[in-house]
């Protein structure tokens, strides 16, 4: 069966190359703790493919407060960027809330992430290049996955939860990083964890206080405009980063609201996709 999963799954990742991307799902039997039958309660990956693969990935994680996805903007249009620059791109549909709380948001991620790990040589992805990218909401499940994550199970049936879990790289676009501080995006909160969440789930989940020096290298873009997720949030994942010696870049533009995606049309903004860009090709991840 697991061989049979893994031809369609190759057969949909060539046909993507010529019609237009379909979505995979996660598991095809089933999420785990489904709670429906509908298109929300199947989590999927949409795969993009460069026209010259590099041998980098990217999981993309739109965001929208854990209620709804901006699949356009931080989805779509990031993938497509991402394959301007030969990077294969997995536009993630993860649970949302307040239908499904924590931890199935990041059992989705954890999943996309093990499944291109476990194909890699079949999707000519390096399976050491494997980053995760997220907005808002998803900047905030990006960097849960960028601070919990483990090695893979040896022993276990499935061959995709072999994988391990941890991004080899994050970038943290407008990011929704703490929820125990003033600084903390409430509505996604309330959405990923419940209105009377326990203390020490959200305090295990304010992903600045869970860097460590296994934290993959990442880089983060904010505006100080942002009203919704106030900068802070990155300056905190940042300086947590730096405290912990993980390569990190931070740019913080003084000018711009939240939710700009790429900003194409915003002279001032649109430079730090440039910018992430040139970070990417510093970290050897454009080769």
């Given at each position: 069966?697991?061989?049979v999963?893994?031809?369609?799954?190759?057969?949909?990742?060539a046909?993507c190359?010529q019609t237009?991307p379909?979505p995979?799902?996660?598991?095809?039997n089933?999420?785990?703790?489904?709670?429906g039958?509908?298109d929300v309660?199947?989590?999927?990956?949409?795969?993009y493919?460069?026209?010259?693969?590099?041998g980098?990935a990217?999981?993309?994680?739109?965001?929208g407060?854990?209620?709804?996805?901006a699949m356009?903007?931080?989805?779509?249009?990031?993938a497509?960027?991402?394959n301007?620059?030969?990077?294969?791109?997995?536009?993630l549909?993860?649970?949302?809330?307040?239908?499904y709380?924590h931890?199935?948001m990041?059992?989705?991620?954890?999943?996309?992430?093990?499944t291109v790990?476990?194909?890699?040589?079949?999707?000519?992805i390096?399976?050491?290049?494997?980053?995760?990218?997220?907005?808002?909401a998803g900047?905030?499940?990006?960097?849960?996955?960028?601070?919990?994550?483990?090695a893979?199970d040896?022993?276990?049936s499935?061959p995709?939860?072999?994988?391990?879990?941890?991004?080899d790289?994050a970038?943290?676009?407008?990011?929704?990083?703490?929820?125990?501080?003033?600084?903390?995006h409430?509505?996604?909160?309330?959405?990923?964890?419940?209105?009377?969440p326990?203390r020490?789930?959200?305090?295990?989940?304010?992903?600045d206080q869970r860097v460590?020096?296994?934290?993959?290298p990442?880089f983060?873009?904010h505006?100080?405009?942002?009203t919704?997720?106030?900068a802070?949030?990155s300056?905190?994942f940042y300086l947590?980063l730096r405290k912990?010696?993980v390569?990190?870049?931070?740019h913080i533009?003084q000018n711009?609201?939240?939710g700009?995606?790429?900003?194409?049309?915003?002279?001032?903004l649109?430079?730090?996709g440039?910018?992430?860009?040139?970070?990417?090709?510093e970290r050897?991840?454009?080769?």
């Amino acid at each position: 069966m697991a061989r049979v999963k893994y031809l369609l799954f190759t057969i949909a990742i060539a046909a993507c190359a010529q019609t237009a991307p379909v979505p995979e799902l996660l598991w095809p039997n089933g999420a785990p703790e489904a709670l429906g039958s509908g298109d929300v309660d199947k989590p999927s990956i949409t795969p993009y493919l460069a026209k010259s693969p590099n041998g980098t990935a990217v999981i993309v994680c739109p965001g929208g407060g854990y209620a709804h996805l901006a699949m356009d903007h931080e989805g779509v249009q990031i993938a497509k960027w991402l394959n301007s620059l030969g990077i294969t791109a997995f536009v993630l549909q993860y649970r949302l809330g307040p239908k499904y709380h924590h931890p199935a948001m990041i059992d989705d991620a954890h999943r996309a992430i093990r499944t291109v790990r476990t194909r890699a040589a079949s999707l000519h992805i390096h399976p050491d290049r494997i980053g995760i990218w997220g907005f808002s909401a998803g900047g905030h499940l990006a960097s849960t996955a960028a601070t919990h994550f483990d090695a893979g199970d040896p022993n276990a049936s499935d061959p995709i939860d072999r994988a391990g879990s941890r991004p080899d790289f994050a970038i943290l676009s407008y990011a929704v990083i703490s929820l125990n501080s003033e600084y903390a995006h409430v509505g996604s909160r309330d959405n990923l964890l419940g209105k009377t969440p326990d203390r020490k789930l959200v305090d295990d989940l304010s992903n600045d206080q869970r860097v460590t020096a296994q934290t993959p290298p990442t880089f983060l873009f904010h505006t100080s405009a942002d009203t919704a997720v106030p900068a802070e949030n990155s300056v905190r994942f940042y300086l947590a980063l730096r405290k912990a010696g993980v390569p990190a870049e931070l740019h913080i533009f003084q000018n711009g609201p939240h939710g700009v995606g790429l900003a194409p049309t915003d002279a001032t903004l649109s430079a730090w996709g440039g910018l992430l860009a040139n970070w990417l090709r510093e970290r050897g991840l454009l080769r």
